[in-house]
């Protein structure tokens, strides 16, 4: 797929994994529009990505169809990949479970990003194709202490990447589901603060160039799924 001009958009591109994909793809030609929970993430992102941005948080499940409505009206009506980024996590031992933590993550984790992207199909099926990329975790693949929640969460998206690949094939809209594993980025930092990079953990910027690697294979293929790990995290 040749990126120039694509209309794209990415959620969560404030921080992290988003804003590095935003930034590549920019660069690349594409029409770039990233979401974000606030305002000032939002403008301190675009000086570095150049993309467009809007408030608009997944989790507010109510709201999704009108904030999708504002995200297609910037793109004249039609998205070319949708790339659901935005993803928040907790650890709790199953003693500490609760309800309104499984809701906290579910709500961006799996509902609102199906919810997300049930509004956009639609309209890849009108223009007769489009790309979905979902990102997933290393943790889709396999359970770990205090993972009930972040790690069941991505189980579920894991199963509806597969659901959608099965439904939409015929449409000739390619979805893909990209695991990577720790990731030097703010992820569940209460203050959104980034870390700082380690000489041998992965940085947002091998999963953004493994992104925009699957999205410029020919439309003809498409890689359903794929895990990113460092090279030698024990160095």
């Known amino acids: ?28 030609g594409a029409n770039v529009l990233i979401t974000g929970r606030t305002e000032e993430r ?5 000086i570095y990505t150049k993309a467009k941005g809007l408030v608009f948080d997944i989790s507010k499940i109510d709201n999704i169809p009108e904030n999708t409505k504002k995200c297609l009206d910037l793109f004249n009506g039609s998205i070319d990949v949708l790339i ?9 031992s199953v003693e500490e479970l609760s309800i309104d933590d499984f809701l906290n993550v579910y709500n961006t984790n799996v509902f609102g990003l199906a919810l997300l992207t049930k ?4 309209v890849m099926k009108k223009n007769k194709g489009g790309n979905i990329i979902n990102i997933g975790s290393t943790a889709s693949l396999k359970g770990y202490k205090t993972g009930s929640i972040y790690s069941s969460s991505k189980f579920a998206l894991r199963s509806l990447t597969q659901c959608w690949q099965a439904e939409l094939r015929p449409f000739n809209i390619r979805v893909t589901q990209v695991n990577p594993s720790e990731v030097t980025t703010a ?5 959104r603060k980034e870390r700082e990079e380690v000489h041998n953990k992965l940085t947002p910027k091998e999963i953004a160039h493994s992104i ?11 890689i359903p799924e794929f895990s990113v790990w460092a090279s030698n995290p024990f160095s």
């Open 212 to 222: 925009v690697s699957a999205l410029e294979m020919e439309d003809r293929g498409f």
């Open 84 to 92: 659901n980024n935005a993803g928040t996590g907790v650890r709790k």
């Open 42 to 46: 939002i403008e301190n992102s675009l």
């Open 119 to 122: 509004e956009i199909v639609p």
């Open 187 to 191: 992820f569940a930092n209460p203050e």
């Open 1 to 28: 797929m040749n990126l120039k001009n694509k209309n794209i958009l990415i959620t969560g591109g404030t921080l992290g994994i988003g804003k590095e994909t935003a930034k590549i793809l920019v660069e690349k």
